[in-house]
Nanobody, 125 residues
């Protein structure tokens, strides 16, 4: 059983940058592909980015490609999401997620077994 704890959210102005992170415990972190999702008020949770178990492969939603970077540190059991050029429509609760194989490009909520509690990111205009 893997436990995930998200942190690092906050308030930032449009055009600014923010990094969120997710620390895993209770399992073998490097055995799991990881993903970041987000959920804005009144909207469904949607895929943002995914990363393979080794960190060597990544995949992004079109809306964040070129602005966001996902990375991981398998020694620190942590996955990161660096967000640059933030826009008001990036405002959401951001969740990390884990799945027990190396399919890092999975985009559906149902395809991930473990979830963090979420961290709020608010981008002001």
């Amino acid at each position: 059983q893997v436990q995930l704890v998200d942190s690092g959210g906050g308030l930032v102005q449009a055009g600014g940058s923010l990094s969120v992170s997710c620390v895993a415990s209770g399992g073998t972190f490097s055995n799991h592909a990881m993903g970041w999702f987000r959920q804005a008020p009144g909207k469904e949770r949607s895929f943002v980015a995914g990363i393979s178990r080794s960190g060597g492969s990544t995949f992004y939603a079109d809306s964040v490609k070129g602005r966001f970077t996902i990375s991981r540190d398998n020694v620190k059991n942590t996955v990161y999401l660096q967000m640059n050029s933030l826009r008001p429509d990036d405002t959401a609760v951001y969740y990390c997620a884990a799945r027990r194989d190396d399919s890092y490009g999975r985009r559906l909520v149902s395809e991930y077994e473990y979830w963090g509690q979420g961290t709020q990111v608010t981008v002001s205009s």
